[in-house]
């Protein structure tokens, strides 16, 4: 009698999870580095995403796969499920925003740019054009004007602004490479 009272909750929970969450509209979730599965559906019951947050601990006894979640920005759906949800997070499908830099901008106008984005956390804030360009390259004598080309880049909530400016570099080198 008390297995099958333990088998029917484990399964009215389990079919909890592919329910479509209480949401009308499109929501956005932001998941920090180092955030945890356990403090992920604490939030989410407290949101009311989950009837119950310590059953998610049984069930990641027997789904363990799934408490690989990525950092990121997240765009949750009306008619999403929880394992829909946990899937996005488990494969790291982040919302990617664009970021366009303008043929013709200096280095000056490409740092305000960045730093009037507000997706970006500006962490060049006072460093000068030759600690940036060590920062990014190694090499503070790397002239910072013309390294940068006219191109449109997916921006991720998480990405540092030195990741940033190392990736903008390389698309330059590579450029640079096959046309030269």
């Given amino acids: 009698m008390v297995l099958a009272a333990a088998w029917y909750l484990f399964d009215y929970h389990e079919r909890q999870l592919s329910v479509s969450l209480p949401i009308e509209e499109s929501t956005v979730i932001n998941v920090n580095p180092g955030t945890s599965f356990q403090q992920l559906m604490r939030r989410f019951e407290s949101k009311g995403w989950v009837s119950n947050a310590d059953f998610m601990r ?101 990405q540092r602004m030195l990741k940033f400016c190392a990736e903008l570099i390389g698309i330059c080198k590579r450029f640079l490479k096959v046309s030269g």
């Fill in 58 to 158: 049984l069930y990641i006894r027997l789904h363990p796969e799934i408490t690989s979640i990525r950092a990121g920005e997240y765009a949750i759906e009306p008619g999403s499920s929880l394992l829909d949800v946990i899937g996005k997070m488990n494969r790291g499908e982040v919302i990617a925003h664009r970021f366009t830099i303008i043929e013709g901008h200096t280095f000056r106008q490409l740092m305000s740019a960045l730093q009037a984005d507000d997706r970006l956390q500006f962490t060049l804030e006072g460093k000068t054009e030759q600690e940036i360009m060590e920062a990014i390259t190694g090499d503070p004598d790397l002239p910072a004007e013309g390294m940068f080309l006219a191109e449109t880049i997916n921006l991720f909530v998480v």
